[in-house]
């Protein structure tokens, strides 16, 4: 498929996979894919941000690529790694065989063959379909050395293996970048992105979420969850509840016929909201009542 000529359409394409975009994040999608920028998506855990990726890939009918980042990530693990166990296979058999040129074992081993790719190398291989959609995410719990190493990829969207050179994408990869913002990732590497706030939605926007993640919940109790989840995250709390939380909680309700919330019900259900021991001992006892006549109170007549 080719690629939205407009923010309209980019909205329609995200849409048309269950992802329900505003515009003004659907404008800095639609000014990624015109300029072939890298898209750097910053937001509490939960609101959306590798699920923007994942829709997009399936609009666009293309390979997603996804490097999930943790703390000690390193260019052998992003990019590539030689099979070393088959490597020395073939140098036990060239020695059997006898008689092996040391030169051409040498140049057979560090070849293709036994090559591993990994995401950032796998990104930067031509493909029939198009140019894969490159998901790195939670780039926040690497560290500093691994985005210095970034740079290289996300300026010139190449990759250097010193075996075998450098190898450039004949077409750069569409690259979206997450963070959770558990630190602040460097300004070096957000320059060479386009920079997106993703915020908690709306009460609009958040209903018209758990409609399309959860069409089955009927309209009065996706008003009374999403109006409680809001208030909740008013709270003092440790983790507050994403938009991912939402959709969950009122896929738990409907699993257990709940027409309407009530506090016994909320108590019964918390995990599925709150992931944290601490947030859920707040909301024991009369709060949950509390925050229920509260979210209530701001609900108007459907």
């Not at 997450?178 to 990732?185: L, Q």
Request: contains cysteine; charged residues 25%.
């Amino acid at each position: 498929m080719t690629q939205p000529n407009s923010i309209d359409a980019v909205q329609d394409l995200l849409g048309s996979e269950g992802y329900v975009c505003g515009r003004a994040l659907a404008t800095v999608v639609f000014l990624s894919l015109k300029l072939g920028r890298p898209l750097f998506l910053e937001g509490e855990a939960g609101v959306g941000k590798t699920e923007i990726a994942k829709a997009l890939a399936a609009g666009l009918g293309r390979r997603l690529i996804r490097l999930q980042c943790y703390e000690g990530l390193d260019a052998s693990s992003a990019v590539y790694e030689w099979n070393f166990p088959a490597q020395m296979v073939a140098i036990r058999t060239a020695e059997a065989s006898g008689g092996a040129d040391r030169g051409a074992l040498q140049t057979e081993l560090f070849s293709d063959d036994y090559l591993i790719e990994r995401p950032l190398l796998q990104a930067m291989r031509p493909d029939e379909n198009g140019a894969p959609v490159l998901l790195i995410d939670e780039l926040d719990r690497t560290d500093e050395p691994f985005e210095a190493f970034l740079l290289e990829a996300l300026s010139d969207f190449q990759v250097t293996i010193p075996e075998l050179g450098t190898i450039k994408a004949p077409e750069p990869p569409i690259v979206i970048v997450t963070s959770n913002r558990t630190r602040e990732v460097h300004d070096a590497l957000k320059r060479r992105c386009l920079y997106h706030w993703v915020d908690y939605p709306d009460f609009a926007r958040e209903i018209e979420i758990l409609h399309t993640r959860a069409p089955e919940a009927a309209e009065a109790l996706s008003r009374e969850v999403v109006a409680f989840v809001q208030r909740l995250r008013t709270e003092d709390l440790f983790k507050k509840p994403g938009v991912a939380e939402t959709i969950d909680w009122a896929k738990c309700l409907l699993a257990l016929d709940v027409i309407n919330l009530s506090p016994e019900v909320i108590g019964d259900t918390l995990g599925a909201i709150l992931k944290y021991q601490d947030d859920i001992q707040k909301l024991q006892g009369s709060e949950a009542k509390r925050l229920l006549d509260e979210a209530k109170g701001t609900l108007e007549p459907a």
